[in-house]
């Protein structure tokens, strides 16, 4: 598998998502993408109670740790790099979790309007 130009929604290098747990369809910490990512694993959320409660309930479990997978769970501060259909899901319930912008990869466009993204982006992000 050959990543796409790790590139943000600035047109920018795109930037760490998170190492802690580890994210990315490459598991490499960022929210690189490729062909095979069916997924679209593009947004760089940062989880939230609310959000991790609503994708439970529409049955995508986030929070709850899978070992056989290596997965230790999400909780809420943790950043993801999020399925783009699946943010776009919880924004237009009002739910949607806070946005790296500086690490949300180019290809979440594909799927969600720039002016979405913006309005969930962090006041902690430089991109912002």
Not at 29 to 36: F, L
Not at 65 to 74: D, I, Q, T, Y
Not at 82 to 98: K, Y
Request: net charge negative.
């Amino acid at each position: 598998m050959t990543p796409d130009p790790s590139l943000n929604v600035l047109n920018k290098p795109l930037a760490l998502c998170g190492t802690d747990p580890v994210t990315g369809f490459f598991r490499d910490g960022h929210c690189n993408t490729c062909t095979q990512d069916q997924g679209s694993h593009t947004v760089c959320a940062v989880m939230t109670a609310e959000f991790l409660a609503y994708s439970k309930y529409v049955g995508n479990d986030l929070s709850t740790p899978r070992p056989e997978f290596g997965f230790v769970g999400l909780n809420p501060g943790d950043p993801w790099c999020l399925c783009a259909s699946r943010f776009l899901q919880a924004a237009d319930e009002g739910c949607g979790p806070q946005v790296h912008l500086a690490a949300t990869h180019l290809r979440a466009l594909d799927v969600i309007p720039l002016e979405v993204l913006r309005a969930h982006a962090t006041d902690a992000d430089p991109a912002a």
